[in-house]
Structure formats: C-alpha cells, structure tokens
C-alpha cells in the first residue's frame, strides 16, 4: 500500500513547510518503503510514501495531468481502473503510466469529485486542483483506508495515520474527553473523533473539500436500506457464489507475489476456494495459532489448504512474542484495545515473508450476520417486547445483582445470560455486549475530572444513531451498526495498520461496495436463525468447503490473553500499571485498576478487557501524547 500526507495553507507556505511535510512523509516509511515523493505548488504540499505494487517502473507520486494543474496522493488499489482508462483514452486524456493512480487524475479532470462515484476499490487520496484551488480529501466507501486531518488556523494537515500530522510539529496534543469515554465503551474510537482534540478521521464513504471559505465534509455513499428483489434461496445463492467469484478474480491482479490469509475459519476459507475456482497459482496461504487448544485453528486452516492444494505457511504466537506491544502502540497512533492486533500482527510479518499482497476474508460477520451476539441481541429484544417495563426494571437491577457478570460460568452460558442487558434499550445493550464498560458503569471508573468534563455525555447516543439511520427490521439496524462503527473503525483498522506494519497490502474482496449491497438486500431471515448466522452464505458454499469447515463453531481470532497476563505477561503488565508514575491516572481511577488487577490475579474474575485497554492507554499517552517530538521509526 501507500502513504500520503500534505499541508494546504491559502496564507502560503513557509520556508519551513518543505521540511516539515519531507518529516511527515519519513514518519510514513513504513507504509511504503519503496519511493518518497513531495510535490509543492503555492499554496498545497502534498506528500507521498510508495510501496509498488501495480506498473513497478512508473507511477511515481504525487503525480499530475497533462497540464500539471490536477496533482493527486493516492494510497489504494481501484479494481475497474483498466475499464475507465479505456472510456478517458476514448474521450482523448493521455497517460503515462499504467496506474490506476492516473486513471483518478484524469477522471477527476472528466467528472469533478463526482468521479468518486466511478471507483470501485479501497482507497484513500488527496487532490490538489490547481485551477479551482480547492483540496478535497477522499475515503472508500467501506473505510479500508485511513485517513486523518486536522484544520489548524485556516490551514489542513492531513496523513494515512496521525504520526505524519504529529510530525508536521505544531498541531497540539491533548486527550479528547468523549473521545476516552467512548475508548472504554468500544475498546476503540469511533469516527469522526480520534484521541486526540482537533484531529479527525475522515468516515468511510465520505469526502472533504477545503478551500478559502474552510472545510466541509460531504457523505457520498452509505450501507443500503432497502430489501432486494424477492427471490428464492437458490437463485440467491447462486448469485451470492458469481458475485464473489468476480470480486475475488479483480483482486489478483498484481504485479508482485500475491496470497491469502487463511484462519480456517468460513470467510477466509471461501477466499480461497474462489481464489483455487479463478485459477490462480501459486496459491499461497498464510496462518498463525497458538499452543492453547482452545485458541487454536490451524488444524483447520490446514483442512482448508490440503483440500486446494495450497502452499501453506504456519506460525506459532508464543506469550513472550508478544513484547510487541510497544510497537502496536506505535502503529495505532490511538489507544487500541483489541487484543486480536497482536495475532494479526503476526499473520502480517509471517505472509510479507512470502508475498507482497495478501487476501482476506473481513467482513462476512457484517454482511451475512455471523456474530453470536447478534443472535442474542435478537433474543433480548423480543425478551423487552413482550416484557412490562417494571419487570424489565427489576430484572436488570435487584436481580442482576443476584447474578452480576458470572465469570465464573462456562462461556457458553455466560454469553446467554445477560440480565442486565433486559433492563437497557437497544443500544446500550449494544454497548455493553460488544465492549467492556456501559455508560451507567463508566464513572466509577473515570477520573473526577474527566467525568466532570463529560457533563453526561453518553457513548450509546452514536449508536443510538446509527440505529435510527436503519429502520428496516432489528438484525439489520445491527448489521448497519457494525459496518459504521466496529467494522471501520476496529477491524479494518486492525488490519490496515498491522499489514502497514510490514509493508503488506490487504485486499479485501467480502467489501467491495458492490457485494456488500447485495448483502445488504438478502431478506434477513435468510441470514440468521435462532441456531445458526449466515445461514444463506454458508448453505451457498457447500459444494466449495467441507461440512465441517462450514458448521463448526465460530472461534475469534484471539490469543489467550486472560492467561498471558497471569503468567508470561504478568511482570510487564504488572509494572507498567501498577507504577505510581503511570500516565493513565490523570484520566482513569488508579484505584480501580488495582482492584481490577487484584481481581484477575486472583482467577476470580476476568478483567482481561479492561487491564488491558489501560495498558494500551498508558503506552498510548508515553508514546504520542506527553512527547517532545512524534518518533519517526518504530520503537
């Protein structure tokens, strides 16, 4: 993949400009090793960190039209590029390169920012058009790709990860409030907002245009609501299977070594079966497990590459690995809390080892509905419908009491008794399955004066909202809830800044736009029973994966974090939290950690989540937040 980055000052760029955007550019190494660029023109910087993937020779950015007056910064891969390079050469534009990068320039200078509209990718860009002076800021419609910015007296900074804003050297660094309030809720933060105060992450399917009169912000595209066309379950799946097959096939081209991430799980295993159905070889496969049995899918995985007759490759996390935990602070930029980044990490290192380019199966869960908890989600609201609120009231409360969080029960029965969650509407209820910390149990664990800051803020409103933008029936208001919030902003950030990490492009053919919206239309029913998620996607795979790749129980991809920290990571942890000097308790009850600490070690409890939210927190706050100067290389 790419990095890019730039300045837009209409005032005009200082002497000192250069430098400061050839420091950004350095901080994005990382993200493409292969070749800098910088192309300054009055007012615009923009900056560029290139790893070649397509046209290897050429393609150099920031890169230009004919005329030299339309200038882009492009990280991304636009799969129809060749389709539409044909339609401009048709209507006269010349090119140079093979890219799709010019393949945006010229047909920006055909249809405006509406030829957004057109791109059929992951991507995220900056175009300086010289003739109107105006910058606009581009995201995918999924958000695979980042984008930040921040507006600071009249000028835009922007980067592919905060570090290259930091780096610019005057955008000042403080903690957003709601923004930690919301940390503690999701174990990440959602857009627009970002840890720290005035700087943003532009949404998915969004763009920005910045000029004289300021910035605007403008949603091109959004998950449908409406139901498709009634069709019967086999011609559903049949159209299911092509439309993956084609989405699949416009993601192997390359030119440089390309393979896929395989779990054994059935999104990644799909890719593959559809990656062997195109023809495409070598076929390379990538996984990592654990020597936990539980936590382990590589017989699995195996499974999968021995029916397609894979090159495999494996590698086992180990507890010790995972003093990796400076460097994923590093690479977030923000405090992240899903512990499953240290595996992807791994899978990431172990692939780039054999490839350059790497698919994977993200986004099957948010489409099809393949999450346990939406099945329980689903229960729990028909439990409130036909339940008098006063009983719902009392459940939720004096007898939750009775039986507060259970951590001592088996995890299946502990997922499925959530009383607390009855006394909720929809979306807290939300909020405390898939997080750690429900607004009403947030203060006791929030400094006084971050709670006094928060003035009632409430994490559950964005979800509230979210909810209300999808009225269609209760399993899609979850899904559209998803794909917004924990899609975008944990998942794909996961992935994106791990694979980074190591100069990996991922590409992610279960969100193209044009298959999610065909997802989106699937009756519901078809998805998800009281038994079973993705029902219609699974039953649509049958002739491709084994019966037992298809029906067995869904795992995470997470390590056995619960253990590791009451063993191997225990002394690290231990001393980084538990240290009077430690940063957090400025903004978290220090108390509170301890008793959670204590809690865990115990084994009478799994505070797990929490522990290490705070960790992350606090390496967060060493790392970016109390530094002179944003390191330019990785610790």
């Not at 695979?144 to 980067?159: A, D, M």
């Not at 049995?293 to 180990?318: K, S």
């Not at 791990?498 to 590409?507: I, K, T, Y």
């Not at 009850?589 to 809690?599: E, F, G, N, Q, T």
């Amino acid at each position: 993949m790419c990095g890019i980055c730039g300045i837009v000052d209409y005032r005009k760029l200082t002497g000192d400009d250069p430098v400061r955007l050839a420091r950004m550019v350095r901080s994005l190494r990382h993200r493409g090793p292969d070749q800098d660029g910088m192309h300054v023109d009055g007012p615009a910087g923009l900056g560029h960190a290139r790893l070649r993937i397509i046209d290897l020779s050429a393609g150099r950015q920031p890169l230009c039209n004919e005329t030299g007056d339309v200038w882009i910064s492009y990280n991304g891969e636009v799969y129809n590029y060749r389709q539409l390079r044909q339609e401009l050469l048709a209507k006269g534009h010349r090119f140079t390169t093979q890219t799709d990068t010019e393949v945006i320039v010229h047909l920006y200078e055909q249809e405006g920012i509406k030829c957004v509209e057109r791109l059929r990718g992951m991507f995220a860009f900056a175009i300086w058009d010289a003739r109107s002076q105006q910058t606009y800021l581009v995201r995918d419609r999924l958000g695979v790709k980042p984008l930040y910015y921040t507006v600071q007296n009249g000028r835009l900074i922007f980067g592919s990860e905060i570090k290259a804003i930091l780096a610019h050297g005057q955008v000042p660094r403080a903690v957003r409030e709601d923004a930690l309030s919301d940390y503690l809720t999701f174990l990440y933060v959602p857009a627009p907002k970002t840890m720290f105060k005035d700087i943003y992450k532009l949404p998915q399917g969004c763009w920005l245009r910045f000029d004289l009169n300021g910035s605007v912000v403008q949603q091109y595209w959004d998950v449908p609501a409406g139901q498709g066309p009634q069709r019967s379950v086999q011609e559903i799946e049949h159209e299911l299977i092509e439309r993956l097959a084609e989405c699949v096939q416009m993601r192997l081209v390359s030119d440089v070594p390309l393979g896929a991430f395989l779990s054994g799980g059935v999104d990644s295993s799909a890719v593959v079966a559809m990656m062997a159905r195109s023809g495409h070889r070598p076929l390379v496969t990538t996984s990592v497990g654990f020597a936990e049995d539980e936590y382990n899918e590589l017989p699995f995985a195996r499974q999968v590459a021995r029916r397609y007759g894979t090159e495999h490759h494996e590698r086992i996390v180990e507890p010790e690995a995972t003093s990796v935990v400076e460097r994923l602070a590093w690479h977030y930029d923000e405090p992240f809390a899903d512990y499953s980044a240290i595996p992807t990490y791994y899978v990431c290192q172990a692939a780039r080892s054999e490839v350059t380019v790497a698919l994977s199966g993200d986004g099957g869960d948010e489409n099809f509905g393949g999450y346990r908890r939406y099945r329980f989600d689903l229960m729990e609201r028909r439990l409130r419908r036909c339940m008098p609120g006063a009983v719902r009231r009392f459940v939720g409360g004096p007898l939750a009491w009775l039986y507060p969080k259970a951590d001592w029960l088996p995890r299946w029965l502990r997922a499925k008794i959530t009383l607390t969650n009855l006394a909720d509407d929809a979306p807290e209820a939300y909020c405390r399955s898939v997080g750690f910390l429900s607004d009403r149990d947030k203060p006791a664990f929030l400094s006084p004066d971050i709670s006094k800051a928060l003035a009632g803020y409430r994490s559950s409103d964005l979800i509230r909202h979210y909810m209300g933008q999808a009225p269609r029936d209760d399993l899609h208001q979850l899904l559209y809830t998803d794909i917004k919030t924990y899609l975008a902003d944990d998942i794909l950030a996961k992935v994106d800044r791990a694979s980074m990490a190591h100069a990996l492009e991922v590409r992610v053919p279960l969100l193209d736009h044009c298959f999610v919206e065909f997802a989106m239309g699937i009756p519901s029913a078809m998805k998800i029973s009281s038994t079973q998620g993705k029902r219609v996607f699974k039953s649509a795979l049958g002739p491709y994966l084994d019966s037992q790749i298809i029906h067995r129980p869904k795992r995470g991809f997470t390590p056995p974090l619960v253990e590791w920290l009451r063993g191997p990571l225990r002394g690290m942890v231990g001393d980084l939290l538990l240290s009077g000097h430690a940063q957090y308790q400025s903004y978290i009850d220090s108390d509170m950690v301890h008793r959670s600490w204590k809690l865990h070690q115990s084994g009478l409890g799994n505070t797990a989540p929490l522990l290490w939210a705070v960790l992350m927190f606090e390496l967060w706050c060493r790392t970016f937040l109390h530094a002179d100067v944003s390191r330019e290389a990785m610790p």
